[in-house]
């Protein structure tokens, strides 16, 4: 079959690679527009379009799909169908029926769960222990197509978010490669998704990945390991400058939920239960260090409040005024 792959972020180019290898001809990539990134904002391509190029593919980059002109240069490739992974922005109506077989996306869940922007974030802080991919026709609802194929993928213990996103961009590559093979062989048809089970993976912002001390530690370390590695997990200190927050150990020591345990080798923090272990830190405007390391430079000791515990202990502070 003729393809346009449309996708934009890492996760997307282990999907390009086995559709170029396959039996199917990738005749152009749609991807988001170059972006600036790092600190120095430097304007850069996409993944997929860095991959692309290096293939020699046509690449179309248009800051929008709702442009006339856009819909009749796609419609003017003649494709048979167009495989989506993470492309990053919803496919307009007028373009849904241009593809023989539509607009068929991998997404990384087992449909109906975790409809949305983040299904491995979500998955990981709601303590899921298996997800999966899945490869559907896009509709005018949100991930709310008639299913192709599924595959499941147990979670791991200390998966980040960026980990299980890895294994699941893999194995979901050879999905989206059987669901078209078999749709070209004419022995797939695409089922409805169930009404039962259906859950919402909205985008995780900057604020959902602020850690709360007073929660219990496995809910601390899962909202920790889904935002690794974005937007990153964070804290605040004394003086009001936010941590950033690596994966963090468990362990069985009771420290005050909010405060520091500092040795020469290790810190821990108290939540609800028990306390945790830091891993890497970022202190603002540094690289990542170990824990113990910051913690020694910085002059920090035992009883230091964090995060929740700042804030509590500014409260009590008031209430001792008043």
């Not at 419609?75 to 307009?92: F, H, M, N, R, T």
């Amino acid at each position: 079959m003729r393809l346009l792959f449309a996708g934009t972020p890492t996760a997307a180019v282990p999907s390009l690679e086995a559709l170029i290898a396959s039996r199917h001809e990738v005749v152009a990539v749609l991807t988001r527009p170059d972006a600036r990134v790092g600190r120095g904002r430097t304007l850069a391509p996409s993944p997929v379009k860095a991959r692309a190029v290096e293939a020699g593919i046509d690449v179309l980059t248009p800051s929008t799909l709702r442009d006339d002109e856009v819909v009749a240069q796609i419609a003017s490739l003649g494709v048979d169908a167009a495989p989506v992974v993470a492309y990053g922005a919803l496919i307009p109506v007028p373009l849904l029926d241009v593809p023989t077989h539509g607009w068929i996306n991998l997404h990384f869940s087992v449909l109906p769960a975790w409809r949305g922007a983040a299904p491995v974030q979500r998955a990981l802080l709601a303590g899921d222990e298996v997800t999966g991919a899945t490869t559907f026709r896009i509709e005018q609802g949100l991930d709310t197509g008639p299913v192709f194929g599924t595959l499941t993928e147990t979670i791991r213990p200390r998966d980040t978010s960026g980990d299980l996103l890895e294994r699941l961009a893999t194995v979901g590559s050879g999905l989206l490669v059987s669901t078209l093979d078999a749709l070209e062989d004419g022995i797939l048809s695409a089922v409805e998704q169930p009404t039962d089970g259906v859950s919402h993976a909205a985008k995780i912002e900057v604020e959902d990945a602020r850690v709360v001390w007073t929660h219990p530690a496995y809910a601390v370390d899962r909202r920790i390991r889904a935002c690794t590695p974005a937007p990153g997990a964070w804290t605040t200190l004394p003086d009001g400058a936010r941590l950033g927050l690596g994966p963090v150990t468990l362990t069985d020591q009771d420290v005050p939920a909010g405060e520091l345990r500092v040795t020469k080798r290790e810190v821990l923090v108290g939540t609800a239960t028990q306390a945790v272990r830091l891993g890497q830190v970022t202190p603002a405007g540094k690289r990542p260090m170990d824990a113990a390391d910051w913690a020694r430079g910085a002059r920090l000791t035992d009883g230091t409040a964090i995060g929740d515990g700042v804030m509590l202990g500014a409260r009590a502070d008031e209430a001792e005024q008043a």
